[in-house]
């Protein structure tokens, strides 16, 4: 692997001598995504800026391509390193094309003109990022998410080797989302640039990152790969997450399950619940699922949701025992929803329940 291209040694950042996070050590190769995650509040922002040389350290060390940032001249910086963040810019009479052009300032000296390269830097820049279009918009005239992608082109413009980027995901809708991380991914692919960037979104961070830098009670709590990080119940913790449940497997979270006896009991398996669930639970109705295998997709779906859980282990054929079990509580409640019309040799248990209700046999 390549050498660092940007590293944190011991590093404590804040305001004056407010520290808002410390303990902060990582480093982030050409090519990688380095996505900071945590709560809010916790100074995810105020890293990337001491990252960025817009706030200085309080303690420690931040270097790029081994250069103290805090030795670094501006233009310097401006020329390894772009920035976009999430704040609003209101300018006067500029054009998308005009601010994308500004990341080409550190290279055209005191002037301000644009070579015939530069713009063709800015003109790939704005074709890459989908907004050529915009080229002749005024900025004012465009909307939030347009706005976060004419922001990124102008960071793109720079030509830097490193993309620190603020919640870039913020007021896309969940394509451009896509499109946006897709792209980040390209750029570290084929240019070699690293990116350290901030989500809220932990599914994408999940999918879309190298490794993952978690920060809690103002300090940072974890570094390691997705894998590592979203395993076991550490977000869960990493969050404080008492409203509901996180499943790290698919980086989703669920709303709080409905308490109670069960008035519903629900065949489901295969993922064919899970919508069932979730409208049960949306209308306030305590219901019982059953019998899902513990590999089920919809398992932790269903024991997140259901007041009552029938389950068996996986890969085993439903037991007569818990057959037995779902027959009771199946009894007792008012309704039988089955999600789905396929029964195999694992879960003809859960067709003997269904063809029991329906008459054939005796609950």
């Given at each position: 692997?390549?050498?660092?291209?940007?590293?944190?040694?011991?590093?404590s950042?804040g305001?004056?001598?407010r520290?808002?996070?410390?303990?902060?050590?990582?480093?982030?190769?050409?090519?990688?995504?380095?996505?900071?995650?945590g709560?809010?509040?916790?100074g995810?922002?105020?890293v990337?800026?001491?990252?960025?040389?817009q706030?200085?350290?309080?303690?420690?060390?931040?270097?790029?391509?081994?250069?103290?940032v805090?030795?670094?001249?501006?233009?310097?910086?401006?020329k390894?390193?772009?920035?976009c963040?999430t704040?609003?810019?209101?300018p006067?009479r500029?054009?998308?094309?005009?601010?994308?052009?500004?990341g080409r300032?550190?290279?055209?000296g005191?002037?301000?003109?644009?070579?015939?390269?530069?713009?063709?830097?800015?003109?790939?820049?704005?074709?890459l990022?989908?907004?050529?279009?915009?080229?002749?918009?005024?900025?004012?005239?465009?909307?939030?998410?347009?706005?976060?992608?004419?922001?990124?082109?102008?960071?793109?413009?720079?030509?830097?080797?490193v993309?620190?980027?603020?919640?870039?995901?913020?007021?896309?809708d969940?394509?451009?989302?896509?499109?946006?991380l897709?792209?980040?991914?390209?750029?570290?692919?084929?240019?070699?640039?690293?990116v350290?960037?901030t989500?809220?979104?932990?599914?994408?961070?999940?999918?879309?990152s190298?490794?993952?830098?978690?920060?809690?009670?103002?300090?940072?709590?974890?570094?390691?790969?997705p894998?590592?990080?979203?395993?076991?119940?550490?977000?869960?913790?990493?969050?404080?997450?008492?409203?509901?449940?996180?499943?790290?497997?698919?980086?989703?979270?669920?709303a709080?399950?409905v308490?109670?006896?069960?008035?519903?009991?629900?065949?489901?398996?295969g993922?064919?619940?899970?919508?069932?669930?979730?409208?049960?639970?949306?209308?306030g109705?305590p219901f019982?699922?059953g019998?899902?295998?513990?590999?089920?997709i919809?398992?932790p779906?269903?024991?997140s949701?259901?007041?009552?859980?029938?389950?068996?282990?996986?890969?085993?054929?439903i037991?007569?025992?818990k057959?037995?079990?779902?027959?009771?509580i199946m009894r007792?409640?008012?309704?039988v929803i089955?999600?789905?019309?396929?029964?195999?040799?694992?879960?003809?248990?859960?067709?003997?329940?269904?063809?029991e209700?329906?008459?054939?046999?005796?609950?």
């Amino acid at each position: 692997m390549e050498k660092a291209v940007i590293a944190a040694g011991g590093l404590s950042v804040g305001y004056g001598k407010r520290v808002v996070v410390n303990g902060l050590d990582f480093e982030v190769c050409p090519g990688e995504i380095l996505t900071i995650i945590g709560p809010n509040g916790a100074g995810k922002t105020t890293v990337l800026k001491s990252i960025s040389a817009q706030l200085p350290a309080i303690s420690g060390s931040i270097s790029i391509k081994n250069n103290d940032v805090g030795r670094m001249s501006l233009n310097d910086i401006s020329k390894t390193l772009a920035v976009c963040f999430t704040g609003r810019i209101s300018p006067e009479r500029m054009t998308c094309e005009d601010i994308v052009s500004a990341g080409r300032y550190p290279y055209t000296g005191r002037l301000g003109l644009l070579s015939p390269d530069d713009r063709r830097i800015v003109s790939e820049a704005m074709e890459l990022t989908g907004i050529s279009p915009l080229r002749d918009t005024d900025i004012n005239c465009i909307s939030d998410g347009q706005r976060q992608t004419v922001m990124l082109a102008r960071a793109i413009a720079q030509q830097p080797e490193v993309l620190i980027l603020d919640e870039p995901s913020s007021f896309l809708d969940i394509n451009n989302k896509l499109r946006l991380l897709s792209l980040l991914r390209g750029l570290a692919e084929t240019r070699n640039i690293a990116v350290v960037q901030t989500l809220h979104e932990l599914d994408l961070a999940q999918r879309f990152s190298d490794k993952i830098l978690c920060i809690k009670d103002n300090k940072a709590d974890r570094v390691g790969t997705p894998e590592e990080i979203f395993s076991g119940d550490y977000i869960s913790q990493l969050y404080g997450i008492t409203y509901g449940t996180f499943h790290s497997l698919f980086g989703t979270a669920e709303a709080q399950k409905v308490n109670g006896e069960p008035q519903v009991f629900v065949i489901g398996g295969g993922g064919s619940g899970i919508p069932v669930y979730r409208r049960l639970q949306r209308q306030g109705i305590p219901f019982a699922a059953g019998v899902i295998h513990e590999n089920d997709i919809e398992y932790p779906i269903a024991r997140s949701l259901a007041a009552e859980l029938i389950s068996e282990k996986a890969f085993e054929p439903i037991s007569d025992e818990k057959i037995a079990y779902a027959r009771g509580i199946m009894r007792k409640c008012r309704e039988v929803i089955c999600c789905t019309e396929k029964f195999g040799t694992m879960n003809m248990g859960n067709r003997v329940l269904l063809e029991e209700y329906r008459g054939k046999g005796s609950v």
